[in-house]
């Protein structure tokens, strides 16, 4: 199996999360420098990647910009028919996608992926349904974990 493409929920994979207001309503989150690491390094050997989130929140534009993702879903409430929309736009088969979730409404599309993730706090359904789950939280280097994996693996080789 060769992975092309990793799609990434954002909300409790590339964040713990929690996000916080500030007093003129800001919204506030954080992003781990380890996840940025691994997003980077899989980018430079020619891994395609995509945000799938659920909330629309303008935080995902600014990490998707600072990352290079050009594939982003905002306020997406059908997480595998996005993943599919991805997919196709790039010519891979949902074989070659590895989506990375952590709730329930992520259980389609990793489903669908031909490779599933989560991180280690994810709730319990999806990780029963992942191929992987993570030693680290999410927000908290599971992504770079799992790209790490896949890479060790060789699922981003010919």
């Keep these: 199996m060769r992975i092309r493409a990793v799609a990434l929920d954002v909300d409790g994979v590339l964040t ?15 992003f781990s420098f380890r996840d940025v690491m691994g997003i980077s390094l899989a980018g430079r050997s020619g891994i395609v990647f995509s945000l799938i ?3 629309a929140s303008p935080l995902v534009d600014r ?21 599919l929309e991805f997919a196709s736009a790039h010519n891979f088969s949902l074989d070659e996608v590895c989506f990375i979730g952590d709730d329930v409404n992520d259980l389609a599309a990793l489903a669908a992926a031909g490779f599933s993730a989560a991180p280690a706090d994810a709730y ?22 799992i790209l790490d994996h896949l890479a060790d693996k060789g699922f981003f080789k010919d």
Excluded: P
């Design 16 to 30: 713990d999360g929690t996000f916080t207001w500030g007093e003129g309503g800001e919204e506030y989150k954080s």
């Design 53 to 55: 989130s659920g909330e």
């Design 63 to 83: 990490f998707a910009k600072k990352m290079g993702i050009s594939a982003v879903y905002k306020g997406c409430k059908n997480k595998e028919a996005a993943l």
């Design 124 to 145: 319990g359904k999806v990780k029963a349904e992942a191929d992987y789950v993570a030693q680290a939280a999410g927000g908290h280097g599971a992504v770079r974990e």
